[in-house]
């Protein structure tokens, strides 16, 4: 059992002197509750787990750090198969992290094209903006994810919307002629 000392040190002092005063009992409890979080499951891939709690009735759109959520990690890490069943058990494609933030827009700025197209697929806004005004094809430009713009090109994003600084996909893309060509064909 861990004193109340310890608890109180580790909030006052911070998680270094956590790690040095909780016993090796406690911190392996605290790494086991982690683990039975849906997002932090999603963020490391770990599809057996996500699946066992949603079969317990987790709901699939429990926020974890930030506000985000199981499908915005799976769609940043590229994990189809996690996102599969995410999208299966009816998960929000538009749900927002405290950034604005949708998992279009993680697949985008992370360059993960099979999520980008699969969200699109399950009818993520495509121009979405998120608390700074920048939309998924923003992210990708600015990241140089050539492939993402293209997809979201296709798909019909809009190439005119201006983030809360005034800059539109084609601003962000100055300086870069691969994006710029492909911004340019979006145009016709």
């Known amino acids: 059992m861990v004193s109340r000392g ?8 911070g998680v270094g002197v956590a790690e040095a005063v909780l016993p090796r009992a406690a911190r392996a409890q605290a790494d086991m509750n982690d683990l039975l979080i ?14 066992n709690m949603l079969q317990r009735g987790d709901t699939t759109d429990t926020e974890g750090e930030d506000r985000r959520a199981a ?22 494609v538009e749900h927002r992290d405290r950034f604005g933030d949708t998992a279009l827009h ?21 121009n979405d903006q998120n608390g700074q005004g920048v939309t998924a094809l923003m992210m990708a430009v600015s990241n140089n994810r050539r492939e993402v713009v293209r997809i979201l090109v296709d798909a019909g994003a809009d190439l005119q919307i201006e983030d809360f600084t005034g800059h539109d996909a084609n601003a ?14 979006g145009k016709r």
Not at 38 to 51: G, H, I, Q, S, T
Not at 71 to 92: E, K
Not at 172 to 185: C, F, H, Q, T, V
């Open 38 to 51: 849906l997002p932090r499951a999603a963020e490391r891939n770990d599809f057996d787990a996500v699946l």
């Open 172 to 185: 962000m893309a100055r300086g870069k002629p691969s994006i710029l060509a492909i911004l340019e064909k």
């Open 71 to 92: 499908l915005s990690f799976a769609a940043a890490n590229g994990n189809m198969q996690i996102m599969n069943l995410l999208l299966d058990h009816l998960a929000d």
């Open 6 to 13: 310890a608890w109180f040190l580790a909030a006052v002092l």
């Open 106 to 126: 993680w697949a985008a700025l992370n360059g993960q094209t099979e999520a980008v197209k699969r969200l699109l697929a399950a009818n993520a806004g495509i």
